[in-house]
């Protein structure tokens, strides 16, 4: 799939950054998007799964269910490993893996913080629709700092349907009080891209798996980076919205 790229880092000379547009909320996922915590989200699966006798999960595997909810992807993987405990107490014992995890590091993407503080000053909506539970994006917003400028939050645990179904976008554009074809998602994941364009969202997509851009979901997005974070700049980003107004 040939996607248009958004432009690289600019030499210090160059002219300053565009101002972001006021017709448009932004919808952040948070895992793969935001914050680098996909390597934690593994550490506490298979930590969860191992405590159940499963020694076969491995990153590869792991990759298969990003973008998906947590508790989608324990269903998934109980049924394929034939773990019989109940959801709830996979769930939780993932999510406290998780917390502990996220607690001790979780590394935001040095672009992507500077397009949030951009955002931000520019006075631009914004939200966070994760398939993490409430629990997960509290500490990792507060770990992070991302909380100072990112206060409307909505996880898949507080809706129907997670991602692939657009629910939590549409939860997240609601909580703005702004319509759906007013949003543009910022996605990692195709089950995300998806997701964003079953809402009526604009998507600009940034694959996390770098394999997965060709993925037919990716192909909804307004804006795929193939090369996820590795391409994507914060003045890129606002003139690509900029263009859009």
């Not at 939860?171 to 998806?194: F, I, S």
């Not at 980076?225 to 919205?241: H, I, K, S, V, Y």
Request: proline share 9%; charged share 20%; glycine share 8%.
């Amino acid at each position: 799939m040939s996607s248009p790229r958004v432009p690289g880092p600019s030499a210090p000379s160059a002219p300053s950054v565009p101002s972001a547009p006021s017709a448009f909320s932004v919808l952040f996922d948070l895992d793969g998007t935001l914050v680098d915590s996909e390597p934690n989200y593994f550490e506490a699966t298979r930590r969860t799964l191992a405590a159940h006798g499963v020694t076969g999960f491995d990153w590869a595997r792991h990759t298969d269910f990003i973008g998906i909810g947590t508790l989608e992807t324990l269903r998934t993987l109980a049924a394929e490993y034939g773990v019989t405990a109940p959801e709830e107490e996979l769930l939780d014992a993932t999510n406290r893996h998780y917390l502990e995890l996220a607690r001790t590091a979780t590394p935001v993407f040095p672009e992507m913080r500077a397009f949030v503080e951009r955002l931000y000053a520019e006075g631009v909506p914004m939200a966070v629709a994760s398939g993490s539970s409430p629990a997960a994006i509290e500490a990792v917003l507060a770990g992070t700092g991302l909380d100072a400028y990112l206060t409307t939050t909505v996880s898949a645990e507080e809706v129907e349907r997670g991602k692939p179904a657009p629910d939590v976008f549409l939860e997240a554009a609601r909580r703005l009080g702004v319509a759906p074809e007013q949003c543009v998602v910022l996605e990692d994941a195709a089950p995300g891209a998806a997701a964003a364009h079953a809402a009526g969202m604009r998507c600009l997509a940034l694959p996390y798996v770098p394999g997965t851009a060709d993925d037919p979901a990716f192909a909804t997005a307004d804006l795929v980076l193939p090369d996820g974070q590795r391409e994507f700049t914060a003045r890129g980003a606002l003139a690509w919205l900029a263009e859009r107004t």
